[in-house]
């Protein structure tokens, strides 16, 4: 066990060779006779440049000899040279993901060799304790940034390896002060490979993770994208936040439920179709040659993924595209023979179905592409667009064939949105007025939201009191201007006396008032960034500003699957690592 003391704080991780906190190295680095650090910065002291320090000496010698070419001695050159071509290695193997044994190769010692002069291959140890120096410098970042945050929000994403090699990835999204949303990665575990990986021990991991970092407390809630029901708050008495499915994972586990034997019949048509002019390259030019003649986009056929049900809306598309170059192709009997073409034609009436089922699929694709967008606040809209989809896109049509209109009524709204994603909507001043709600709904909805303000501790009724007193009229009054000071004093002090200071002001001290005067206020256009508007409207409503970084931190989706069929795959090399070492890879990836 090794343990990180940040600010007073024990952060303990359990690989050995996180003992050496910090890589020292052996030979000062001349940059350091021109350049001196203050904080977090580095000042030249030949022209006052400033640049930010990342324990890196790179831009600081980039800097000297584009600069200050001659002040640099030559001896000195070369050691900073290869200290940095060792720091830019570790940098490149934690960027891409790749395998610290890389060093080790013939290849790669060639490729030195030739481009470094007399440059001493660094050893897997020596990248090693370099890339651990890095993670702990960003763990000691990422404490004091949580450390000023008062509530965060996790994800924990489950992906795998290999077969056996099961992990979680936990990670934490938050609003800063001048609200900015962010997130980051806090831990990876192992699980178990076998069925003892039970709803319980998954819970007890997350509160591990919630105590290492100091943030018990702070949690509102846990997107998960986890398709089995291995995640609820029931299982352990020491959960206290809310679970919420990932809306990509849950609208997959839908499409895959909505689909009938009809139409996984023409998926599975289509994908043998497609998979024949991908790998048949007779048939793969004469695709192209059609593609020409026709005036059709010189686009290959895409193949679907089972573990992905929006790259079968990308298959139909490309399919559609395509489909009279296709026709051709299997109609000429020089490329293609009789029996071939029996086997792989798509019949008409199937075509119709894909017309009719393509743009169902592409509705859900841009849901999903709304809500994992990584610069927007995404759990505010799963609401909004959930019932859009149910009530205006998926519902039947008197020209939808059989199957489509099947799928449609499979899909049910009430298995694609939570209780926070609820509350985030009613924050989010852009879908304020739940109209996509029934009265009675928006009722309840309202009733939550005063309940939920009225909760808020005594600090928040603190922050909002203290920027009340803050605030001040500048509004000046026309009778104010026209009497005598003396007279006006007292006019005021009257007035102040009969009224009560916060009479004429236009921020809101009671919390029901509050509530009001935001649901009443006119809702900003769909392209605002709500973040942005609380930024400038957050003093108006201190209470719900408050709650508003409480819930719009929650994410609608689970980071991308890492290193999974859907995100980045590790290599047989990479899983080797140990559980730590995968830990350290991925919190340094991806806290860049």
Same mark, same amino acid.
């Given at each position: 066990?090794?343990?990180?003391? #940040?600010?007073?704080?024990?952060?303990?991780?359990?690989?050995?060779?996180?003992?050496?906190?910090?890589?020292?190295?052996?030979?000062?680095?001349?940059?350091?006779?021109?350049?001196?650090?203050?904080?977090?910065?580095?000042?030249?002291?030949?022209?006052?440049?400033?640049?930010?320090?990342?324990?890196?000496?790179?831009?600081?010698?980039?800097?000297?000899?584009?600069?200050?070419?001659?002040? !640099?001695?030559?001896?000195?050159?070369?050691?900073?040279?290869?200290?940095?071509? &060792?720091?830019?290695?570790?940098?490149?193997?934690?960027?891409? +993901?790749?395998?610290?044994?890389?060093?080790?190769?013939?290849?790669?010692?060639?490729?030195?060799?030739?481009?470094?002069?007399?440059? =001493?291959?660094?050893?897997?140890?020596?990248?090693?304790?370099?890339?651990?120096?890095?993670?702990?410098?960003?763990?000691?970042?990422? $404490?004091?940034?949580?450390?000023?945050?008062? =509530?965060?929000?996790?994800?924990?994403?489950?992906?795998?390896?290999?077969?056996?090699?099961?992990?979680?990835? @936990?990670?934490?999204?938050?609003?800063?002060?001048?609200?900015?949303?962010?997130?980051? @990665?806090?831990?990876?575990?192992?699980?178990?490979?076998?069925?003892?990986?039970?709803?319980?021990?998954?819970?007890?991991?997350?509160?591990?993770?919630?105590?290492?970092? %100091?943030?018990?407390?702070?949690?509102?809630?846990? #997107?998960?994208?986890?398709?089995?029901?291995?995640?609820?708050?029931?299982?352990?008495?020491?959960?206290?936040?809310?679970?919420?499915?990932?809306?990509?994972?849950?609208?997959?586990?839908?499409?895959?439920?909505?689909?009938?034997?009809?139409?996984?019949?023409?998926?599975?048509?289509?994908?043998? *179709?497609?998979?024949?002019?991908?790998?048949?390259?007779?048939?793969?030019?004469?695709? =192209?040659?059609?593609?020409?003649?026709?005036?059709?986009?010189?686009?290959?056929?895409?193949?679907?993924?089972?573990?992905?049900?929006?790259?079968?809306?990308? !298959?139909?598309?490309?399919? *559609?595209?395509?489909?009279?170059?296709?026709?051709?192709?299997?109609?000429?009997?020089?490329?293609?023979?009789?029996?071939?073409?029996?086997? *792989?034609?798509?019949?008409?009436?199937?075509?119709? $179905?894909?017309?009719?089922?393509?743009?169902?699929?592409? &509705?859900?694709?841009?849901?999903?592409?709304?809500?994992?967008?990584? &610069?927007? @606040?995404?759990?505010?809209?799963?609401?909004?667009?959930?019932?859009?989809?149910?009530?205006?896109?998926?519902?039947?049509?008197?020209?939808? @064939?059989?199957?489509?209109?099947?799928?449609?009524?499979?899909?049910?709204?009430?298995?694609?949105?939570?209780?926070?994603?609820?509350?985030?909507?009613?924050?989010?001043?852009?879908?304020?007025?739940?109209?996509?709600?029934?009265?009675?709904?928006?009722?309840?909805?309202?009733?939550?939201?005063?309940? +939920?303000?009225?909760?808020?501790?005594?600090?928040?009724?603190?922050? %909002?009191?203290?920027?009340?007193?803050?605030?001040?009229? #500048?509004?000046?009054?026309?009778?104010?201007?026209?009497?005598?000071?003396? !007279?006006?004093?007292?006019?005021?002090?009257?007035? !102040?006396?009969?009224?009560?200071?916060?009479?004429?002001?236009?921020?809101?001290?009671?919390?029901?008032?509050?509530?009001?005067?935001?649901?009443?206020?006119?809702?900003?256009? +769909?392209?605002?960034?709500?973040?942005?508007?609380?930024? $400038?409207?957050?003093?108006?409503?201190? =209470?719900?500003?408050?709650?508003?970084?409480?819930?719009?931190?929650?994410?609608?989706?689970?980071?991308?699957?890492?290193?999974?069929?859907?995100?980045?795959?590790?290599?047989?090399?990479? &899983?080797?690592?140990?559980?730590?070492?995968?830990?350290?890879?991925?919190?340094?990836?991806?806290?860049?």
């Amino acid at each position: 066990m090794s343990t990180c003391l #940040v600010d007073n704080k024990n952060i303990t991780f359990s690989s050995k060779s996180h003992t050496r906190i910090l890589h020292t190295r052996l030979k000062r680095s001349s940059v350091w006779d021109i350049f001196i650090k203050i904080d977090d910065e580095v000042h030249c002291t030949m022209c006052d440049t400033k640049l930010k320090y990342r324990s890196s000496t790179t831009s600081m010698m980039y800097h000297i000899k584009n600069k200050h070419p001659d002040t !640099m001695p030559s001896d000195g050159v070369s050691l900073a040279t290869h200290a940095e071509v &060792t720091e830019l290695i570790s940098r490149m193997i934690e960027k891409d +993901l790749l395998p610290i044994s890389m060093v080790s190769g013939d290849g790669f010692r060639e490729l030195l060799a030739y481009t470094v002069h007399n440059y =001493k291959i660094p050893s897997p140890g020596d990248i090693t304790r370099l890339i651990e120096g890095h993670f702990h410098e960003k763990v000691e970042e990422l $404490v004091v940034q949580l450390g000023r945050v008062e =509530k965060v929000a996790l994800t924990a994403d489950f992906w795998t390896a290999l077969p056996f090699q099961r992990y979680i990835t @936990v990670s934490c999204s938050f609003i800063t002060d001048d609200w900015q949303g962010r997130s980051a @990665v806090l831990q990876t575990h192992k699980l178990s490979s076998d069925k003892r990986c039970t709803t319980g021990s998954v819970a007890e991991r997350l509160l591990n993770t919630v105590q290492t970092w %100091g943030i018990a407390g702070k949690v509102t809630a846990c #997107v998960h994208n986890c398709a089995r029901d291995i995640v609820s708050a029931q299982a352990c008495p020491r959960v206290a936040w809310e679970y919420a499915t990932c809306f990509a994972t849950t609208l997959q586990l839908a499409v895959s439920e909505g689909l009938s034997e009809d139409l996984v019949r023409i998926i599975v048509a289509a994908g043998k *179709l497609v998979k024949h002019f991908n790998h048949n390259l007779m048939a793969c030019e004469a695709l =192209k040659l059609k593609q020409v003649q026709m005036c059709l986009p010189q686009h290959k056929l895409i193949q679907s993924n089972k573990a992905r049900w929006d790259t079968i809306c990308d !298959m139909f598309e490309r399919l *559609l595209e395509q489909r009279w170059a296709i026709k051709a192709v299997l109609s000429d009997r020089t490329i293609t023979n009789r029996q071939e073409a029996q086997i *792989l034609e798509i019949e008409d009436d199937c075509w119709q $179905v894909i017309e009719n089922f393509t743009p169902v699929l592409a &509705t859900l694709k841009w849901a999903t592409t709304v809500i994992s967008a990584e &610069t927007e @606040v995404s759990i505010s809209n799963i609401y909004p667009i959930t019932f859009s989809l149910i009530q205006t896109h998926l519902v039947p049509k008197e020209n939808d @064939v059989e199957q489509v209109s099947e799928f449609k009524l499979k899909v049910d709204s009430n298995d694609l949105a939570s209780k926070p994603a609820l509350i985030a909507s009613m924050l989010d001043p852009r879908h304020k007025h739940l109209s996509f709600l029934t009265p009675t709904g928006r009722l309840a909805a309202k009733v939550k939201l005063h309940e +939920l303000v009225s909760k808020l501790d005594i600090i928040t009724t603190t922050v %909002g009191t203290k920027d009340e007193q803050q605030e001040t009229l #500048v509004t000046p009054d026309i009778s104010q201007v026209a009497m005598p000071s003396q !007279m006006r004093s007292d006019t005021k002090n009257t007035m !102040m006396l009969l009224l009560g200071d916060n009479y004429s002001s236009s921020y809101a001290t009671d919390s029901e008032a509050q509530v009001d005067y935001y649901l009443r206020d006119i809702a900003p256009s +769909l392209d605002t960034n709500p973040l942005d508007w609380w930024r $400038v409207n957050g003093p108006r409503f201190p =209470k719900l500003e408050t709650l508003a970084r409480h819930y719009l931190c929650v994410p609608g989706v689970s980071l991308p699957s890492l290193l999974s069929e859907a995100g980045q795959a590790f290599a047989t090399m990479r &899983t080797r690592l140990s559980p730590e070492h995968v830990d350290m890879m991925i919190f340094v990836n991806r806290n860049v």
